[in-house]
């Protein structure tokens, strides 16, 4: 009953935002497809300002913020700038705390942050924390992180032959969870497969569960210890199990 939810006025127009993330007291969102710019708010959402020229030409395309040693990013999917060659489209930016220009250019390239060989070229998402070292997921892959400046990553083998299935992560004081998802094209009734498990050093990983699902499995949370995981769909499905 004290739940209240209030809508947000943005500058401009046409805005397609992805993510929303509170870092030293102040909001940020943007991100999604497009060029909407990166909103902030200085007063907790009441007001927002879309500065610095510095990213008005950037191709911003599901972005995600995130906040490591004390420092504050945003990766992008560089998919979308195919489509606007004229316009810079880099790989991760970091905040630089300025209201003028608040973002500068920390890698133009994922060739820039992934290990040597690696042709990942996955944004950096739902990144983790587990004391001093963080994880994240790069197109299915979890990657362990000890340092972004300069980058070094480590990429997790997922327990059972999983591969790179990863979809989200959640850590916890007595570790960092994550929850995979892969198709069984044998099993009609459940095509896809969950499976949740867990890392409390980042060295070593193991299951914890696997469940049958009818549709995608997205996302999971964990209260009571219980896992309560979310159903998504591909846009060619509208399968009544999503949810």
Request: proline share 5%; aromatic share 14%; hydrophobic share 35%.
């Amino acid at each position: 009953s004290d739940l209240s939810i209030t809508t947000m006025n943005f500058p401009g127009t046409g805005r397609h935002d992805f993510d929303i993330f509170k870092f030293n007291n102040v909001l940020f969102t943007g991100g999604g497809f497009g060029f909407p710019g990166i909103a902030m708010s200085l007063d907790g959402g009441a007001n927002w300002i879309v500065p610095g020229a510095d990213i008005t030409n950037v191709v911003f395309n599901d972005s995600e913020f995130f906040d490591f040693n004390g420092q504050f990013y945003v990766s992008q999917d560089l998919t979308l700038s195919e489509f606007y060659p004229g316009l810079a489209a880099p790989f991760l930016l970091k905040y630089t705390g300025s209201t003028n220009t608040p973002f500068t250019t920390l890698y133009s390239q994922p060739s820039d942050i992934y290990p040597a060989g690696d042709l990942n070229q996955g944004r950096l998402s739902h990144f983790e924390k587990l004391r001093d070292q963080g994880a994240f997921i790069g197109n299915g892959g979890v990657y362990v992180v000890s340092s972004m400046e300069p980058p070094v990553l480590t990429k997790v083998t997922l327990p059972n032959g999983l591969g790179d299935c990863a979809v989200d992560l959640r850590s916890r004081s007595n570790g960092v969870y994550f929850l995979a998802c892969s198709q069984q094209f044998a099993n009609a009734e459940f095509p896809y497969l969950g499976v949740i498990g867990k890392s409390e050093d980042f060295q070593n990983w193991v299951e914890i569960c696997r469940f049958g699902a009818r549709e995608f499995v997205q996302s999971f949370e964990m209260v009571d210890g219980d896992f309560y995981v979310g159903l998504g769909n591909l846009l060619t499905t509208a399968d009544p199990h999503s949810g």
